[in-house]
């Protein structure tokens, strides 16, 4: 069969986003951090975007802006400069330019600011250079110490990269990279430079109890069958008592496992929400938008004159083509709000009894439910849910918590799968520490309390999910 080239036409009917939408859609699915700087960076790119000062300090123009803007003549632009012509600025005015909340003077801007005046945090790397210092090695040694210390992890650990691995990497012998690491783990805090959980226990027990031989030989050999609570074994293995291993046991228990992690910077984790729930005067439960911090935008006054100068067309046209991206950025961020309080006022109506009573009241609910509720698009749900925070009376939650598959509940509705894990951690927290629930015991024990039909294995699963141990491990000794 012969190649050949030829032409043919045909028609078809595909879905094409302009810039404006594209832009929507990824603001959508931004985070509120990541929202501020997609707003930072478009106020320095655009000159016609202003962010409106706490104080106000604008005068509206006292002639509305209705002059049309000459464009090409391509639908696009049609509609751009149909938008353009209609804007209201008076109104515009009104609902960007009032001013913000909170004290506009008292300010000494002589002072110097917070990141000045805050201590620098040290980190674990820096910790352990410091105390190089102080060490009496010098040249190839040192160098080989601080190679390791900067592949230590959060933890304190050494297991990026193998010792032979850093050696190849530094061009010495395993043993001068032995003899580094030994130097490393001599430094505070005491564990530090270890490449397992075992050597780790190792290094602060040979410490701590230099004389205690045996507690060394249990941490070296019997650290699987002591989280099996397996003592008798341990005991006949090491030639003492079972008293004795589960003495040694409660010391083991004052070891710290991640020597590392007192220098990382984690801190408390605070949230800011993006909205609120809350009850109204009427007692209705209601929602409002957290703009705290969220910069407000208007299109530049200054700017917006020079449509109506005397400049070159070349100006006119680049002064146009900015205000279109002001305009559709701040309709975008609008849409963005408005979607944002259409979803949680959706989700309110079917998680009220969330609302008033608590988690183990929680609906299951997907997000087709608040898809057709208000007329929008799964996916566009996905994205508003996701990064997003709402402060209940019950806390602050992601969005995307509400939506919970279901459990099959015997004489009444099908209960959240977020409800059951709270029940399963109410349930387990209120155990004998000395013997402990089992998952089939949480199955009987939930079927018989809450009427919650549900496999064992799911309750296996839920528990690790919650990062609850099994109940061989969770007993405590008395």
Not at 120 to 147: D, K, N, P, V, W
Not at 442 to 464: F, S
Request: charged share 25%; hydrophobic share 35%; glycine share 6%.
């Amino acid at each position: 069969m012969g190649l050949e080239m030829k032409q043919s036409q045909r028609m078809s009917q595909e879905l094409r986003m302009t810039p404006q939408l594209q832009q929507a859609i990824r603001l959508l699915q931004l985070s509120r951090l990541e929202l501020v700087d997609v707003i930072s960076a478009e106020m320095v790119e655009n000159p016609m975007l202003e962010e409106i000062p706490e104080n106000g300090g604008w005068e509206p123009d006292p002639e509305p802006t209705r002059e049309p803007i000459r464009g090409d003549s391509s639908a696009e632009e049609a509609t751009a400069r149909k938008a353009v012509e209609e804007i209201d600025w008076e109104r515009y005015v009104e609902n960007y330019s009032s001013p913000l909340p909170g004290p506009a003077s008292g300010r000494n801007d002589e002072l110097p600011g917070v990141d000045q005046t805050v201590t620098a945090f040290e980190g674990l790397t820096e910790h352990l250079l410091g105390q190089l210092i102080y060490m009496q090695c010098e040249g190839e040694e040192r160098r080989l110490a601080e190679s390791i210390i900067h592949n230590l992890d959060d933890a304190g650990y050494l297991r990026g990269m193998t010792l032979e691995e850093l050696a190849a990497s530094n061009g010495v012998t395993p043993d001068a990279m032995e003899d580094a690491l030994t130097l490393v783990q001599e430094l505070e805090p005491t564990g530090v430079g270890a490449r397992t959980l075992s050597e780790c226990l190792l290094l602060q027990a040979q410490a701590e109890y230099p004389y205690q031989d045996v507690l060394h030989d249990l941490i070296r050999h019997h650290l699987p069958d002591l989280e099996k609570r397996n003592y008798a074994g341990i005991a006949r293995s090491l030639g003492v008592s079972k008293d004795d291993i589960m003495d040694m046991h409660r010391v083991l228990q004052t070891l710290n496992p991640r020597p590392g992690r007192q220098f990382s910077d984690d801190g408390n984790s605070y949230i800011t929400p993006d909205i609120y729930i809350f009850r109204d005067d009427a007692g209705q439960w209601t929602t409002q938008l957290n703009d705290d911090g969220l910069p407000r935008l208007r299109v530049s006054d200054q700017y917006r004159r020079s449509l109506r100068g005397q400049g070159g067309s070349q100006a006119k046209e680049y002064v146009q083509e900015r205000l279109r991206s002001a305009m559709w950025l701040i309709k975008s961020i609008e849409q963005r709000q408005r979607t944002i309080r259409r979803v949680t006022q959706s989700i309110i109506e079917y998680q009220q009894d969330f609302l008033e009573k608590g988690i183990e009241y929680l609906r299951p609910l997907v997000l087709r439910d608040i898809a057709e509720d208000i007329g929008m698009h799964e996916s566009t749900i996905s994205r508003v849910t996701t990064n997003k925070y709402v402060h209940t009376p019950q806390g602050i939650f992601e969005l995307k918590y509400f939506f919970n598959s279901s459990i099959r509940k015997q004489g009444g509705e099908d209960v959240a799968a977020e409800a059951v894990k709270h029940h399963i951690k109410s349930l387990i927290s209120a155990e004998n520490a000395a013997n402990p629930l089992s998952d089939q015991q949480l199955v009987e024990m939930l079927h018989k309390a809450n009427g919650i039909q549900i496999a064992r294995r799911t309750v296996a699963k839920y528990r690790e999910m919650l990062g609850i141990m099994s109940s061989s491990k969770r007993r405590t000794l008395i």
